[in-house]
């Protein structure tokens, strides 16, 4: 799928069902936004253009873990916009309500790309493979044709993820160092109590998108991704 068609689907992904479900589990302290806040944010709305949000086209949920901690695990909601053919970019939120938290960034190549990198870069991105033909990366909204379509040009891509605000562990602010994430690559890596509250709220079922994606040709990882072991000591 080429960045036009994907570009096409932009307003049914991002309008589909299931776009507003997932609220940020926590609560950030601050006053309640003043009347001179809300008129100053109205009128920058309605003034000024914003060029790399309006990009945005693409809304994928999945699921990320902390290199070197495998158990610290949570859900990941990807915003993404296609740059061309070979690089995404997506802002990831906690939730996908209005008031969701920034959670960090993810930056995504194709195979191509990641098979040039140096050896030391390689170890901090993860490939998502596993993540695709799972079932445990979706994008809701898409109808299912429209959505294998898609999984089929990331299964071959390579994610590098940094996240800066741990709502996952409570954090009400965005306190401490970027962490860098990875995604899951086997089976019996994920606490499964995290795809059952996904599939509920998004009215899915993996088991059955796993299936469905059978046919989707995925190559072996490329050498020295999926390494975190390796960035942290």
């Known amino acids: 799928m080429h960045k036009y068609l994907m570009s096409g689907l932009a307003a049914l992904l991002l309008a589909g069902c299931g776009a507003h479900n997932s609220a940020s589990p926590v609560n950030t302290p601050g006053a309640p936004v003043a009347g001179k806040t809300a008129l100053l944010d109205k009128g920058a709305a309605a003034l000024q253009s914003r060029p790399p949000i309006d990009a945005i086209n693409t809304y994928l949920d999945g699921f ?39 959670m960090g960034v993810e930056y ?24 695709v033909k ?16 898609l999984m089929s040009k990331i299964v071959n891509t390579y994610g ?8 996952d562990r409570d954090n009400t602010l965005p306190l401490g160092e970027p ?31 796993r299936q469905s994606r059978d046919d989707i040709p995925a190559h ?11 960035v942290h000591r």
């Open 179 to 209: 962490t860098l994430m990875m995604g899951f690559t086997a089976d019996g890596q994920m606490n499964p109590a995290l795809l059952t509250d996904r599939d509920r709220r998004f009215g899915v079922d993996t088991q059955k998108i």
């Open 108 to 131: 995504i190549i194709s195979e191509r790309l990641f098979k040039q990198l140096p050896a030391g870069e390689k170890k901090y991105w993860h490939s998502h493979r596993y993540e």
């Open 220 to 230: 072996p990882v490329a050498a020295g991704a999926d390494n975190c072991q390796r």
């Open 64 to 102: 990320h873990y902390y290199c070197g901690n495998r158990q610290g695990q949570m859900e990941a909601h990807h915003y993404v916009t296609i740059l061309n053919d070979d690089v995404m970019q997506a802002v990831i939120y906690d939730g996908n309500k209005k008031d969701a938290r920034l």
């Open 134 to 149: 799972s079932g445990s990366l979706i994008a809701p909204g898409l109808p299912p044709v429209a959505e294998h379509a």
């Open 160 to 167: 590098k993820t940094w996240h800066t605000w741990h709502t």
